[in-house]
């Protein structure tokens, strides 16, 4: 197996916790917090330690904005973490298909 | 990184994708509450026999909206609850997937009564058949469609319910087809009362058991 392949995933996304969050987010245009923490199982402050992660390196976009008087987070996958993750789901195959060979 | 840690992920990747774009609001409470309004409605409307074309086609149309009125809210108050947006990409692509089907529905209703307007001798001897046996039938196997094309976006059951409601549609209508020993036996009131409510009641109770158990674990 070629290391170059593992050493090139990247170390953001990598992690479990923001994994999770970014595959959610792949699949869909937006998700609130509360359907990800939902989803995810997660603690409010583990979710937002990672989402703010991932909005400092581009990869996540966060708008608040107010539903029937209540506040509304709604979190987004920006161009670049579009990109950034399909890179990723690229190496994991790249990945398997070097050790079917 | 190990392959099958690789695949490991991958997997875990695509089962979560799937959850994110899956629709999960409310579905056992609006079925029940179908169940309910359409066994309510067919009790109703036999106990008032409306057997006019008209009455029948306009008090079903009647019974869908109030439906779809309470569906719409307790869907609406269930976003509101968890500060969620009502109109999200799931309920989105729910809404989407069942139009055509339920367009068709609503369509056919319509033609229906037009056709009986006409007041020809043909739609008068075949009017109660089509009227109140072929119709409800046919409203069925459309609307089992629109929940199996919704079920595409919910939970998997949702499919095999609509497959279970196109089929029983289906079977209704080769059974109904009137022969010399069978005569024409228009049943509507009975058709709608068991696929609209009986059927939606007995799936509703098995969601609120099989959804409160996968919560729990």
Known sequence: MNPQSFLQLDRVIHEKGRLAIMSMLAASPELSFTELRGALEMTDGNLTTHIRTLQEAGYVSVTKSFQNRRPLTTCALTPAGRKAFNNYINLLEEIIRQNKR | ?217
Request: glycine fraction near 8%; proline fraction near 6%; hydrophobic fraction near 50%.
């Open chain 2, 1 to 217: 990184m190990e392959p099958a840690v690789a695949a490991d992920h991958l997997q875990t990747i695509r089962t979560l994708m799937e959850r994110s774009a899956l629709y999960r609001r409310a579905l056992a409470p609006i079925t029940t509450y179908a169940g309910t309004l359409g066994l309510a409605a067919a009790a109703l409307g036999y106990a008032l026999s409306l057997s006019r074309p008209a009455l029948f086609v306009g008090y079903w149309f009647a019974a869908a909206a109030l439906g779809l009125t309470g569906a719409l809210l307790m869907v609406r108050r269930q976003a509101w609850q968890q500060a969620e947006p009502f109109w999200s990409p799931p309920t989105r692509r729910v809404a989407q997937a069942m139009l055509p089907a339920l367009t068709a529905g609503f369509a056919l209703g319509v033609t229906t009564i037009a056709w009986t307007e006409l007041r020809s001798e043909a739609a008068a001897e075949w009017q109660p058949w089509v009227v109140l046996t072929c119709l409800p039938l046919a409203w069925v196997i459309l609307y089992g469609c629109a929940i199996h094309a919704a079920g595409f976006y919910t939970t998997r059951g949702m499919r095999l319910f609509g497959f279970i409601l196109i089929l029983g549609g289906c079977a209704g209508l080769l059974a109904s087809i009137p022969t010399k020993t069978r005569p024409l036996t228009p049943n509507g009131w009975i058709i709608m009362g068991f696929f609209f409510g009986v059927l939606h009641l007995a799936y509703g109770v098995y969601l609120y058991f099989t959804e409160s158990k996968r919560t729990e674990s």
